[in-house]
């Protein structure tokens, strides 16, 4: 079976740090672009930043310049660097990946989500 999981969130106050965590598993020979997205009750979900397979980079407006995103290939992992959190960055935080065996591509999955709160 093929699946992320995520891991890292938590209760941090206001200006605090959190570094989220999301490793694939299974037969994957390869993973394309890997995001992070975040999801609150009456809100639309939100991509928060995304990754390629190539490191480029892309940051929603509201986290540009407070968050980083990462990768690491050799353990199929992504990171989410969250530094100066606000309290509009609570949510449950969702990853998601491409992901391809050796002739055959699994497709997009999404891990299960993480709750970060941030205090005022």
């Known amino acids: 079976q093929v ?3 995520e891991s890292g969130g938590g209760l941090v106050q206001t200006g605090g740090s959190l570094r989220l965590s999301c490793v694939a598993s299974g037969s994957i020979f390869n993973i394309g672009t890997m995001a992070w997205s975040r999801q609150t009750p009456g809100k639309q979900r939100e991509l928060v930043a995304s990754i390629t397979n190539g490191d480029r980079t892309n940051y929603a407006d509201s986290v540009k ?5 990462s990768r690491d290939n ?3 992992t992504t990171y989410l660097q969250m530094n100066t959190l606000k309290p509009e960055d609570t949510a ?5 990946a491409d992901l391809w065996g050796r ?6 999955y999404w891990g299960q ?8």
């Open 3 to 5: 699946q992320l999981v």
């Open 65 to 69: 310049g407070r968050f980083t995103i």
């Open 74 to 76: 050799a353990k199929n």
């Open 92 to 96: 449950v935080y969702y990853c998601n």
């Open 103 to 108: 002739n055959t591509r699994f497709g997009t």
């Open 113 to 120: 989500g993480t709750q970060v709160t941030v205090s005022s």
